[in-house]
């Protein structure tokens, strides 16, 4: 299994919902990320887990909650998003730091719009 | 910080004919890794080629090659025999070890093959 599986596929809600996006993955691998990103421009890292430990926060509002449950499991729960926030959020995973194949394999995203 | 720098927002190939993708980055590291993804309007993103810039050859995948000039800090791609499913956006990615394979990116490439 070579796939990073995201859910759901698309997503609205308005300011005041509380939303989850999912990602799964059963490669392995013990590194796994969220981006966000916006039409036509390059994907804007979020977060990284690394042994299901958060390693990397890049700023982002608080409003934007990961979570990783298990080696293969990755959340993002969403809670009083902006309009501003809607784009399509991906999902990655890979082998840890120092390996040499430490490639992102990247899920198909979630389309999120935010009303 | 690193940086990535693709030149060329737009450009379209003729079918069968091979075009030729520019990229280049700025680092004060001498080990990194190089990577083309290409993502098609249905939006996953997809490994193309990786690059170990230890490696003075150039890796070449089916189609793709890439052009590796270290000293000019430069990564282009080499798209040959262009089918109409190359279509897709291309982001040129640098990657420093041993820093949460954090991936930077460069602004993307949109890449249009006509019939």
Redesign the interface.
Known sequence: DTEVTQTPKHLVMGMTNKKSLKCEQHMGHR?MYWYKQKA????E?MF?Y?YEKL??NESVPSRFSPECPNSSLLNLHLHALQPEDSA?Y?C?S?H???L?Y????????TRLTVL | AQTVTQSQPEMSVQEAETVTLSCTYDTSENNY?L?W?KQPP??????VI?Q?AYKQQNATENRFSVNFQKAAKSFSLKISDSQLGDTA?Y?CAF?R???????T????T?LMVKP
Do not use: C, D, H, W
């Open positions: 590194a036509k421009k390059p994907p890292l990284v690394s390693s990397i399509l991906l990655a890979s840890p730091t120092g040499s430490n490639e992102q394999f990247f899920g198909p995203g | 890794y990577f993804y249905s939006r996953q993103m997809i490994l990786r170990e956006m982001f990657m070890p041993n820093a949460g394979n954090m991936l990116f460069g602004g993307g949109r």
